[in-house]
């Protein structure tokens, strides 16, 4: 079975510094994993995709993340902080051939201070 | 523009009175899929469909019901619903050869039973 286990319900920072929110999965198979973005009020956007190529992953608006196997761990990360980037941020784990279930995390909400 | 779009966006019903939920998408994904959105839940599959006349339950699929007679379309049904099933629900699709399970998603119906 799979499931992923969002470490921080909060996390507070000040625009321009770093960025950090932290993911750990569970998976019986090699699992795909995302990050996605959920702005007040609006749909889900995919930020970035690990599927079993480069362990450090680079999305859009300045987001990476790495793929640690033996951590089994995929924290999502920003340099500089910027007030736009003030959301609810989605760890995935997918795994299951044929079903093609995205087994959520239950959402790290970033604030980001002036 | 390629796009995933449901409707009602938001929807006041009471408890018993049948509803439809419409989702559609104009990317020729055979693969689609609905979740529901819950405060530190993150987001549950209810129903997925790998392709026309083919679904099969998520992890919570009781009280819902779902169809797929074309392509781009996928339509959750309430026979009966019910307080508990006031919740965010959001509709997504993929292609079903894409092997990194990247699914996109739709804006997001507000559904509130009273």
């Known amino acids: 079975a799979q499931s992923v286990t969002q470490l921080d319900s909060h996390v507070s920072v000040s625009e321009g510094t770093p960025v950090l929110l932290r993911c750990n999965y569970s998976s019986s198979y090699s699992p795909s994993l995302f990050w996605y973005v959920q702005h007040p009020n609006k749909g889900l956007q995919l930020l970035l995709k690990y599927t079993s190529a480069a362990t450090l992953v680079k999305g859009i608006n300045g987001f990476e993340a790495e793929f640690k196997k033996s951590e089994t761990s995929f924290h999502l990360t920003k340099p500089s902080a910027h007030m736009s980037d003030a959301a609810e941020y989605f760890c995935?784990?997918?795994?299951?051939?044929?079903?093609?279930?995205?087994?959520f995390g239950s959402g790290t909400r970033l604030q980001v201070q002036p | 523009e390629a796009q995933v779009t449901q409707n009602p966006r938001y929807l006041i019903t009471v408890t018993g009175k049948k509803l439809t939920v419409t989702c559609s998408q104009n990317m020729n994904h055979e693969y689609m899929s609905w979740y529901r959105q819950d405060p530190g839940l993150g987001l549950r599959q209810i129903y997925y469909s790998m392709n026309v006349e083919v679904t099969d339950k998520g992890d919570v699929p009781e009280g819902y019901k779902v169809s797929r007679k074309e392509k781009r379309n996928f339509p959750l049904i309430l026979e009966s619903p019910s307080p508990n099933q006031t919740s965010l629900y959001f509709c997504a699709s993929s292609f079903r050869g894409e092997s990194s399970y990247e699914q996109y998603f739709g804006p997001g119906t507000r559904l509130t039973v009273t």
């Open positions: 995935v784990v997918s795994d299951r051939p044929g079903r093609r279930a995205l087994t």
